[in-house]
């Protein structure tokens, strides 16, 4: 905009230097560094000449069909995020449902939302320790539930076994996330527009037929962020399974992050895989955004660009046949 011949559209790349000059140093600089010694052989404390090597794609290569623990820490990434997420999303779309049904009403719906949001402002340090406690051995709370309610007559070593490992890491995701996951979509909800709740309920339309059909459709790119952002926390998990049992037992809560951790600061200090290893997470996530992009288009918005070029096409035809 120009007023008395000042041009005020300069301050705005001014106010927008700071975060340019931020993103480029600790961002982009750093992704691209790592791509390139993901080719390299730069490995160890001490430095030294580092080189392109002979096969590029070598450090790749021994990641994908050669190295046991990264493939095991890709198939506990998934499946860590499978199973926190899918409950996770249920119950906040319940409880964004219950909160927003004019009918129901709800009292104190602050005081709810404050209780259930509240997991996510704990540090995962204090949760580490939480759930370590509770799930101590030989003595600890949940051990002490269960030997009262007669279901064992022995202590029971909870967080050595694999299956119950991982389902604890889980559900400690899915209890930390689930609040703030409802709060988005409680959000978007209120940015719909209330005619048309007014109409469903005028054409008499119950809560089942009001949400299904008027309350998930237009949450279609909310759901689209939630799914996105929380597929690329999953892949990036680290601090829950590395503060509460690094790892174990038996690599069975080994994610990648702690995989690629574990490669850059610890033994050999092999840069050039942890470095492959982040790009190949880096690739898996930009494929799984663009299918979720994909799969939760806007279908009718596509049906109405195509009519709209048909009608255009149609409306030319008929214009060049009239002359």
Do not use: C
């Amino acid at each position: 905009m120009r007023r008395k011949g000042v041009n005020y559209s300069k301050f705005g790349y001014i106010f927008t230097f700071p975060f340019v000059l931020a993103f480029l140093i600790f961002s982009l600089y750093p992704i691209l560094y790592t791509a390139v010694i993901g080719f390299t052989d730069m490995q160890g404390l001490i430095p030294k000449p580092i080189h392109i090597m002979d096969n590029p794609f070598q450090n790749f290569k021994d990641l994908l069909f050669d190295n046991v623990s990264f493939r095991k820490s890709l198939i506990n990434t998934g499946l860590l995020w499978i199973v926190n997420f899918i409950p996770q999303i249920v119950l906040a779309l319940l409880l964004t449902a219950w909160f927003t049904n004019k009918r129901l009403n709800i009292k104190g719906q602050g005081a709810f939302k404050v209780l259930l949001y509240m997991p996510n402002i704990i540090t995962a340090g204090t949760i580490a320790v939480l759930f370590s406690t509770l799930f101590a051995y030989p003595m600890g709370p949940i051990n002490s539930i269960f030997e009262m309610l007669g279901w064992s007559d022995a202590p029971i070593f909870f967080l050595q076994d694999k299956t119950t490992a991982r389902g604890i890491v889980a559900f400690i995701q899915f209890w930390m996330w689930y609040g703030n996951t409802m709060i988005i979509l409680v959000a978007g909800v209120m940015g719909i527009n209330p005619a048309l709740f007014e109409s469903a309920a005028i054409d008499g339309a119950n809560g089942f037929q009001t949400f299904f059909r008027i309350t998930l459709p237009s949450l279609r790119t909310i759901l689209l962020f939630t799914l996105i952002t929380s597929m690329i926390g999953g892949l990036t998990m680290f601090d829950i399974p590395q503060l509460f049992l690094a790892g174990g037992p038996d690599d069975s809560t080994l994610t990648t992050s702690m995989f690629i951790y574990g490669q850059a600061f610890k033994g050999s200090y092999m840069y050039n895989r942890a470095a492959a290893a982040s790009m190949i997470m880096f690739v898996i996530a930009a494929i799984l955004s663009g299918l979720v992009f994909y799969l939760m288009r806007d279908r009718d918005a596509g049906r109405m660009k195509k009519a709209e070029k048909n009608y255009k096409k149609s409306a030319k035809a008929a214009a060049v046949r009239e002359v």
